[in-house]
């Protein structure tokens, strides 16, 4: 195998790099010999073809390059105000009638405001969407509660219940009740 002379300068420069590198002692003579192959670490001449250094082990040909790293793409961080906003909405139909429901739809109106405004940055558009669901359904709940108790207290409906709770009833029966007559 004959090279040219551009060929060989640029092999000559690498194996001085490579002992540089490596800080291997190697006579330069041995460097330039030709035909042979020259361990990087230890500077042992080898045959032509060899894959592994006679004296010290070390692969001859060079490791097959590795594929780039992947870069780790992590998922946009959930807004706050978004998981907020779900739980709130969730409570004013459980634990904090009304109350709940009036923070799930102001907290869901500003996490949607924070991820439209983050360009991407940030995820939970859903859970926004479905804390201001179930915020408005609290919020339709509680004013049926309140026309329901203005009817009966009224006496407009006439059924059973609204009729106990008339002003009327109470006006006639009010204190044998809280008597206990």
């Given amino acids: 195998m004959h090279s040219n002379g551009a060929e ?8 001085e790099v ?34 592994i ?3 010290c082990g070390t692969s001859l040909t060079s490791p097959a390059p590795q594929p780039p790293a992947q870069a780790t793409v992590r998922p946009a961080p959930t807004s706050g105000l978004a998981t907020a906003s779900l739980i709130f909405g969730i409570l004013g139909l459980t634990l904090l009638p009304t109350l709940g429901s009036v923070v799930a739809v102001i907290l869901g109106y500003m996490a949607k405001s924070e991820i439209n405004s983050s360009a991407g940055q940030l995820e939970g558009n859903s ?55």
């Fill in 53 to 55: 250094c006679q004296s």
């Fill in 127 to 181: 859970l926004a969407t479905a804390g201001l669901v179930l915020g408005y359904i609290g919020l339709g709940l509680a004013l049926l509660g309140v026309v329901a108790v203005i009817l009966g207290w009224l006496g407009i409906c006439g059924c059973s219940l609204c009729s106990l709770l008339s002003v009327p009833f109470f006006e006639e029966r009010g204190p044998a009740i809280l008597m206990g007559i």
């Fill in 18 to 51: 490579v002992v540089e590198t490596l800080k291997v002692n190697v006579p330069p003579d041995l460097l330039r010999k030709e035909g042979a192959m020259f361990c990087p670490n230890c500077g042992t001449e080898n045959a032509e073809g060899s894959t």
């Fill in 8 to 15: 060989q300068v640029l092999l000559l420069r690498y194996q």
